[in-house]
Nanobody, 129 residues
Framework: VQLVESGGGLAQAGGSVRLSCVVS????????IGWFRQAPGKEREGVAC????????YYTASVKGRFTISKDYARNTVYLQMNNLKPEDTGVYYC???????????????????????WGQGTQVTVSS
């Protein structure tokens, strides 16, 4: 399994960036794809994820209404559209995936990092004020 992120860079506050994650090698199960980020000196946190079965989406509170996760099946790519960026959005953004064996259970904590066992290498996003 490979996840390769791209699209990071420098943006101004209020601007937009779209991250891409090309996914390969996953099985045909209920694959959950998520985006996580790690700011300097802070722990990694979940940002958004999408389930495979019904494409439900989940967002951490700080990005709701600003970020959108989406999939392009033809390109095997998951996107994270980030609008109205803030300096606190700065960090390394990681794409991650896992196959859910219990979707009903997983929805209680959709951004639990321990469930995600495939990870990309990360892409840096820096938002200047």
């Amino acid at each position: 399994v490979q996840l390769v992120e791209s699209g990071g860079g420098l943006a101004q506050a209020g601007g937009s960036v779209r991250l891409s994650c090309v996914v390969s090698g996953l099985g045909r199960g209920d694959n959950v794809i998520g985006w996580f980020r790690q700011a300097p000196g802070k722990e990694r946190e979940g940002v958004a994820c999408m389930t495979g079965s019904d494409e439900s989406t989940y967002y951490t509170a700080s990005v709701k209404g600003r970020f959108t996760i989406s999939k392009d099946y033809a390109r095997n790519t998951v996107y994270l559209q980030m609008n109205n960026l803030k300096p606190e959005d700065t960090g390394v953004y990681y794409c991650a995936a896992y196959e859910s064996l219990d979707p009903i259970r997983d929805v209680s904590s959709p951004l639990a990092q321990w469930r995600f066992y495939y990870w990309g290498q990360g892409t840096q996003v820096t938002v200047s004020s």
